[in-house]
C-alpha cells in the first residue's frame, strides 16, 4: 500500500514538473518574438535588375520563386502561388511581364512576350486599358513586394518588334 502511494506521488511530481517545463518555454519563447528589438524583418526585398530571360526563371517552377513584372517593376508573388503557380489560373504571367494582359484583361500568351522578344512599350493600349493596367500596379504595389525593375537584355532588343 505503501508503495502504491509513493509511486502515485512521484508521478503527479513528474507531470507537474513536466507542464511546467512545456509551458514555462512555450511562453518564453513568445516573449522572445514580441520583445527581440534585432529581430529581422519577415521578407528581405533584394532590389536588383531583371533582363526578361533572368525573369524567365521565376516562374515556380524551374524556380521556385514565382516573380511578375508590372510595368517596369518586378514582384515576387510566390505567396500568390494559386494564382500564379504552374498549375493556377495566371500561371501563364509567372516569369513574364504582365502588363499588356493585366492591361487587356487577358492571360493568353498573344498578350504576353517571350523572353527573347524586346520588353513591351505598351504601344496600341487605349486609355482606359492603361487606367486597368494602374489599378491593378495599384494591387500588385499593396499586396506583393517589390524586389527589382524590368530592365532590356542589349542581345535581343534590336529584334524587330512583333
Ligand atoms: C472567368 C473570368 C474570371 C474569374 C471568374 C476570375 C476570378 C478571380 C478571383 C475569384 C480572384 C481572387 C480575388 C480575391 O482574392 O479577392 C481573381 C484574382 C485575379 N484575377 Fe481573375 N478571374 C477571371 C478572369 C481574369 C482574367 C482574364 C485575368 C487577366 C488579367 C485575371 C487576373 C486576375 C489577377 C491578376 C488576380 C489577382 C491575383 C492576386 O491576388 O495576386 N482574372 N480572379
Redesign the pocket.
Known amino acids: 500500500m505503501e508503495t502504491y502511494v509513493i509511486i502515485a506521488v512521484l508521478s503527479i511530481l513528474v507531470l507537474v514538473t513536466l507542464k511546467n517545463l512545456l509551458f514555462s518555454t512555450v511562453t518564453q519563447i513568445e516573449l522572445e518574438k514580441e520583445i527581440d528589438p534585432n529581430a529581422e524583418p519577415e521578407e528581405t526585398t533584394v532590389i536588383r535588375e531583371f533582363t526578361p530571360r533572368e525573369l524567365s526563371n521565376f516562374n515556380g517552377f524551374d524556380l521556385e520563386k514565382i516573380y511578375i513584372a508590372v510595368k517596369g517593376n518586378v514582384y515576387d ?1 510566390s505567396k ?1 502561388r494559386q ?2 503557380g504552374p498549375s493556377g ?2 500561371s501563364n ?1 509567372a516569369g513574364h511581364d ?1 502588363s499588356r ?2 492591361a ?4 493568353e500568351m498573344e498578350n504576353i512576350r517571350r523572353w527573347d522578344e524586346p520588353i513591351d512599350d505598351l504601344q496600341g493600349l487605349n486609355e482606359s486599358e492603361l487606367k486597368s493596367l494602374d489599378n ?1 500596379e495599384g ?2 504595389r499593396g ?2 513586394p517589390c524586389v527589382g525593375t524590368l530592365v532590356p537584355d542589349p542581345q535581343f532588343e534590336n529584334k524587330k518588334d512583333v
Not at 104 to 107: A, E, H, P
Open positions: 508573388v500568390g494564382f500564379y489560373p495566371y504571367f504582365a494582359g493585366l487587356l484583361n487577358s492571360f491593378w494591387m500588385f499586396k506583393y
